[in-house]
């Protein structure tokens, strides 16, 4: 009994020194998947069908916290719409940075900070339905906004 008051106490004391600090504590996995998953339901529309295309959950600007990467497609009747968007983990609530990307993409990883994403975009033969030209761009998010590198 006296080791479980005490483990209760610990857990007390770490709890009341992390709020009080304000630090925003670190995505786990199940969180992030949550997370993505209300903000895709949010962005359904009639028209508009949300899916993922590629996530990480990676330390971008060197801090400590995790942040969520999420590469996600709009998908319409006869378009569709890629989106590369960042969760940032404020403690009590979650910020979202969004900037659209070009031809069908997808998250190819994230190293050093720099998020590679895979993007298929049309050829001059190519058909509305069918991209071939395969390029990777690069992104950073500066911790305001997310930036493509050249």
Known sequence: MEIRNRLLTMLAVAVICSAATGTAHAFTAPEGDALIKHFLASKKTPDLDPSEMGKALV???GDGKAELVLVWVQLGPTYFYNHLTVFV???RKYRTLTTPLTGEAKLLGVK???ILI???TLG???P???PSVVKQVKFRWDGKKIQQLP
């Open 59 to 61: 330390d971008l600007n």
């Open 128 to 130: 509305r339905c069918c």
């Open 112 to 114: 050093g900070g720099v």
């Open 118 to 120: 895979e993007q298929k």
């Open 89 to 91: 983990d404020e403690g």
């Open 124 to 126: 001059p033969k190519d």
